[in-house]
């Protein structure tokens, strides 16, 4: 018995027995709308039974009308004889036909039938052995098919074939109207109907809102664990199918959140040891380069196979400068938390100076370096530091793609939203399927490969730049044309 009851709690807190109970109610709605359309049937069983209960009808009426009909279906005769029925029974509607199902003979007052046309194939299939009732046919003033009863008859002197058609649908419509105004078991079976719907709806809402209100709070749940909210967690009492859910998301959201945690303190500390090194590395690379330029100074006393050494050493140098101060500048991005220092500049004056800063290198490389911005050019908004940054990277690397007579152009143009500046080479140009890879960290072209240069990173802070300062960076690259790099920056 105990077992019998633990089996029935069970199944009573189960998700399926809620389930199978809304089956149930819907099951109920199912019923009720089959009861409904039975009803709606009625008037089909109506007419059905008033078919079969005067299909005879045309065939007696015709007997009675026989003389009347051999002096013409229009015969003064002919139209007595129907008038006379008509009176007895002033629901029909007496035709006679051709035998082409043509009206010849309409003996209504209005005759609006006469010419007109009745289908023969269902006034054949009603004469049939055994007719599948109710046959249907438009009667010759009538809109809608209606029930009829149809008989062949012989008129005229020349004893013509032709139908003698009772149009019995008014009647049947009176008759049946007149049966559900006045029978009990049509409303007691309307009003029951009825009643279950209502009922039945009231339930099927109760209990669906029984089982959606869990799931909503799980959907809530997911949506704020999704925004960020990680230590979401929902209340689970009960034991069934939805309870066992919450339970496996809550443990779920707890691995998660630990797992985040470790990732951010992984995150943490590789940022402060990137900015430890790029840090330490500048004091030992300071005093290499200051003993390298030392020695270069006494030229005099040094032999051509020691200068190129010296030389050699103090191009490493700036290498490994670069690298740290790259690395310095990805820290600072990594640290999402620092926000900006957003100042209002001179955007045609920073790319003077940042110009000029590279002239002796582009010298070097053999390179035409220039600067096509208009001094009048409006302040922009922005990170002057990182704005530098991304400045300098454009420009290193454009120097190191373009070949000896080769030229760099830095421009400045103002925009509706803003100023563009963008960074334009004739070099060894970016391959169409290496372009969306370019701003990836550490990824190093095929060109920059080959030329030994580069360390990947270049590109990627330049991207990281323009994200932080919500802006796009635009690439257009073609192989041995060249580039051009460019993005908008805010007016102040």
């Known amino acids: 018995m105990r077992g019998l009851i633990r089996t029935a709690g069970r199944l009573g807190r189960s998700l399926y027995a809620r389930i199978a109970l809304v089956y149930l109610t819907s099951l109920l709605l199912l019923s009720v709308a089959v009861a409904w359309i039975a009803i709606s049937q009625f008037n089909q069983l109506a007419r059905e039974f008033q078919q079969r209960t005067e299909i005879d009808l045309a065939e007696n009426l015709a007997q009675v009308m026989r003389p009347a009909l051999r002096q013409g279906a229009g015969s003064d005769a002919a139209r007595e004889m129907a008038r006379h029925i008509q009176s007895i029974n002033p629901s029909l509607s007496l035709y006679v036909l051709d035998d082409s199902g043509r009206v010849l003979a309409d003996y209504a007052d209005t005759a609006c039938g006469q010419g007109r046309r009745v289908d023969t194939a269902a006034l054949e299939t009603l004469l ?58 049509t409303r007691t079976l309307v009003a029951a109907g009825l009643m279950a719907l209502l009922v039945s709806g009231i339930f099927g809402l109760v209990w669906f809102a029984l089982l959606t209100r869990q799931f909503s709070r799980l959907t809530v749940a997911v949506q704020r664990f999704a925004d960020g909210h990680y230590g979401q967690r929902i ?30 303190e992984t995150d943490r500390q590789r940022r402060e040891l990137i900015a430890n090194l790029s840090h330490d590395f500048r004091t030992p690379l ?10 270069l100074a006494q030229g005099s006393l ?28 990805l820290a600072r991005l990594d640290a999402d938390d620092r926000p900006l220092r957003r100042e209002p500049f001179s955007l045609a004056e920073l790319a003077h100076d940042i110009v000029g800063k590279f002239q ?44 000896p007579g080769g030229r760099v152009r830095l421009e400045a143009e103002a925009l509706a939203d803003g100023v563009r500046l963008a960074v334009v080479d004739d070099g060894a140009g970016i391959a169409a399927e290496e ?22 990173l270049g590109l990627s802070i330049v991207h990281e730049i323009c994200e932080r300062h919500g802006t796009r960076l635009a690439i257009d690259s073609r192989v041995g044309e060249g580039t051009r790099v460019s993005l908008v920056l805010p007016y102040a």
Request: a negative charge; glycine letters at 8%; proline letters at 5%.
């Open 128 to 185: 049939g052995e055994e007719p599948m009732l109710p046959v249907l046919a438009t009667a010759p003033c009538g809109g809608e098919p209606g029930i009829f009863s149809v008989a062949p008859i012989r008129h005229g002197e020349a004893r013509r074939p032709g139908y003698l058609y009772v149009d019995l649908d008014n009647a049947g419509q009176a008759s049946m109207f007149a049966m559900l105004r006045t029978s009990s078991i």
């Open 235 to 264: 209340v689970a009492p009960r034991d069934d199918e939805l309870g066992r859910l919450a339970r496996a998301f809550n443990d779920m959201a707890g691995t998660i959140e630990a797992q985040l945690r470790a990732l951010q």
């Open 286 to 295: 300071t005093s290499l380069r200051g003993y390298a330029e030392q020695l």
């Open 302 to 329: 040094l032999d051509g196979e020691r200068h190129r050494t010296l030389t050699a050493i103090l191009d490493n140098v700036d290498r490994l400068t670069r690298l740290a101060e790259q690395l310095s500048t």
């Open 360 to 403: 002796h290198q582009a010298r070097q490389a053999g390179v035409t370096l220039e600067a096509d911005c208009d001094p009048a050019l409006p302040w922009v908004d922005a990170d002057l530091g990182l704005i530098d940054r991304l400045l300098s990277n454009l420009l290193d690397n454009a120097l190191n793609a373009t070949a």
């Open 435 to 456: 372009l969306p890879l370019v701003t990836q960290r550490f990824y190093r072209t095929r060109a920059g490969l080959a030329r030994g240069e580069g360390s990947g």
